[in-house]
């Protein structure tokens, strides 16, 4: 602005209309009035500066409603604003809820025996005890009879936090025996040359479904076991805290 009137409206210089020469953009103000720091419209600042009763009689009733319209467009625009803030925080707290707690709620629901059931068809490539999978399930060995390593392998995707086992009687001091499995229990048994180890699935009557690694001839896979009444090499039904 071309002038300034300094201390408008706080009792140290009363308004009063300046030269039609002086006037500024803002012909319709008393005097004009020069945009200080701070000050978010001239023209409202001004109005509200000066305070006066008879400020408005001063004004046409026609920049009255120019400005009345300006404040409700400065309303208006601070809605607006306030209401984008709103949507981005709500969206903004959905992508975290997905990616953070939502994404933590669904990988509470990884069990040793919801893997398990995700492995079914894996196992031996190439050759007897070997191929990627074996490695995986052994911790990067090869070579080994891999049950045991299976088992730990479940564990260790569900977060279990045990010793890496690789040998099937080992699991039968990790845990308790119970007499009444459930599914996610793990069965120990014996057999020729050592033991072996699966996860149990389901328990029905009279039968019981498990899933085991390292059963048959190669190419040995992972795979679902039904036996009908309790098995005859069974050792021990295994029960680990937190594994269920």
Not at 40 to 59: C, G, L, R, T, V
Not at 124 to 136: F, L, M, S, W
Not at 185 to 197: K, P, T
Request: aromatic share 8%; hydrophobic share 35%.
């Amino acid at each position: 602005m071309d002038k300034t009137i300094k201390n408008l409206g706080q009792g140290k210089a009363e308004p009063k209309l300046c030269p039609k020469s002086g006037y500024s953009n803002y012909q319709f103000l008393p005097c004009p009035v020069k945009l200080e720091r701070g000050m978010k419209d001239p023209i409202i600042n001004a109005y509200e500066a000066i305070n006066k009763p008879d400020w408005s009689e001063k004004i046409s009733p026609k920049v009255l409603r120019w400005m009345q319209e300006e404040e409700r467009k400065e309303k208006n625009k601070q809605k607006i604003t306030s209401a984008v803030i709103l949507i981005t925080c709500i969206i903004g707290a959905g992508i975290i809820c997905l990616f953070s707690s939502c994404g933590m709620a669904r990988a509470s629901n990884i069990t040793p025996l919801s893997v398990a059931q995700s492995q079914i068809g894996l196992g031996e490539i190439g050759a007897n005890n070997t191929g990627v999978y074996v490695r995986k399930y052994l911790g990067g060995k090869d070579n080994l009879p891999w049950c045991a390593g299976f088992i730990s392998y479940c564990l260790k995707e569900a977060g279990i936090r045990l010793p890496y086992i690789l040998r099937a009687k080992d699991y039968l001091n990790m845990g308790i025996k119970v007499d009444r499995p459930k599914p996610g229990d793990l069965a120990v048994f014996s057999r020729n040359g050592g033991g072996h180890i699966g996860i149990i699935e389901k328990v029905d009557v009279n039968k019981i479904t498990t899933i085991e690694g390292n059963t048959g001839n190669y190419p040995s896979k992972v795979k679902r076991i039904v036996y009908k009444g309790k098995p005859k090499n069974l050792i021990a039904y295994i029960r680990l805290n937190g594994a269920n």
